[in-house]
């Protein structure tokens, strides 16, 4: 049944060739980012992005709540991509949450529009890395980054989800409403956990020669 589901998903985002191409033009745009950056993505980087992506996409599937037209309260699956965003800078947060997006895509695909789709997964969870740019300010970067998340998810629902906004009452209202009602939460869980992590211990003991 699982197997089926992934086919599933795959071919429903197969349906919609523009979006492919959206995707893929974002992708050229991040490693034309990191090319002029100079990021340097040797293995061990990959490997903890890969380790990043795992944990994110588990405590993504952990849900403390789901809402109906979409978006949960989660056991706070921003933080390995926000703390890839303080370890490892600004350009790999981007990356680590732009590949999160799509493993978000993958597993459940709900498309409408190529601008919808860009707005749902992979810029609100690239939006994250902004977080590198505070590395001595943890807490305000975690709050910036996961608002600037917010934006995008509430530019989206203005656009393409304003059909379910309740008679008489305006799609911006409702989308901030709806939209801030699960990613408050999920931001209040992340803030908590990140305000605990030793962020300075943790960069010493993975860049620590053997």
Do not use: W
């Not at 952990?62 to 350009?91: C, D, H, N, R, W």
């Amino acid at each position: 049944m699982k197997g089926f589901s992934f086919i599933k998903n795959i071919s429903e985002i197969f349906s919609h060739p523009v979006s492919l191409i959206a995707l893929i033009g974002v992708i050229i745009l991040i490693f034309v980012l990191l090319h002029t950056r100079k990021v340097k993505l040797d293995t061990k980087t990959i490997a903890y992005i890969g380790v990043a992506l795992a944990l994110s996409t588990i405590l993504s599937l952990i849900k403390l709540y789901q809402f109906p037209q979409g978006g949960s309260v989660t056991l706070g699956a921003m933080v390995p991509i926000l703390l890839m965003a303080f370890l490892y800078g600004p350009e790999v947060g981007f990356l680590t949450g732009f590949l999160y997006g799509i493993i978000t895509l993958i597993i459940e695909p709900y498309i409408l529009h190529p601008v919808q789709v860009l707005f749902d997964y992979p810029l609100p969870f690239m939006a994250l890395g902004i977080a590198g740019y505070f590395k001595d300010k943890k807490l305000l970067g975690t709050i910036i980054a996961i608002f600037l998340r917010f934006v995008c998810h509430v530019i989206s629902g203005v656009v393409f989800f304003a059909q379910y906004a309740p008679k008489g009452m305006s799609p911006l209202i409702y989308s901030i409403g709806y939209n801030g009602s699960y990613l408050g939460i999920d931001a209040i869980i992340c803030i908590a956990i990140i305000s605990v992590l030793p962020l300075k211990r943790i960069y010493y003991i993975i860049n620590k020669k053997s």
